[in-house]
């Protein structure tokens, strides 16, 4: 199942459990996890993109090792909230992943790189540094919102 908003994706998760976040790009997977009471999220595993069936297995390999009870798949909208390309690239990846059983939730994603961008650069990393996290550090962004919501829906 597909949710849009947190109510929904709340109602479809057991009680507590760890969420995975993604921020699917063209190259690479940014993955953020967070702890079974929702509290905080950190960036996980920077997933390289391939063929989509190994990008798959990798992420459910990921989410059964850490226990995972639903994934938060950072959905790419325009400034002004309409739809782009990669909104519908987005989307066809998370219903290509239905079949994990896991509930998603697709989360907006506007300003996630520019607060990890900024993040990044207020802990002093360097360029090469930040480039090589930035997709993990957005994916947290993610999450974080995400999972701020979800106990707000509680």
């Not at 997977?29 to 960036?43: E, K, N, Q, V, Y």
């Not at 997933?47 to 992420?59: I, Q």
């Not at 520019?114 to 993610?142: G, M, P």
Request: with cysteine; charged share 20%; aromatic share 6%.
């Amino acid at each position: 199942m597909i949710a849009t908003d947190a109510r929904a994706f709340r109602a479809l998760l057991p009680e507590g459990g760890r969420l995975l976040a993604l921020d699917v790009g063209t190259k690479t997977i940014g993955t953020a996890l967070c702890d079974a009471g929702w509290s905080f999220a950190s960036p996980a595993h920077l997933v390289r993109r391939g063929k989509f069936t190994a990008d798959k297995a990798t992420l459910v390999t990921l989410s059964q090792q850490q226990h995972v009870r639903g994934w938060i798949i950072g959905l790419p909208l325009n400034l002004d909230g309409s739809e782009s390309p990669r909104s519908q690239s987005t989307r066809a990846f998370a219903r290509n992943c239905r079949d994990t059983g896991l509930p998603i939730l697709l989360w907006d994603e506007r300003w996630s790189t520019v607060a990890a961008e900024r993040a990044l650069i207020e802990q002093d990393f360097s360029r090469a540094q930040r480039a090589e996290r930035i997709d993990n550090h957005a994916a947290a962004h993610i999450l974080q919102a995400a999972i701020d919501a979800l106990v707000a829906a509680g």
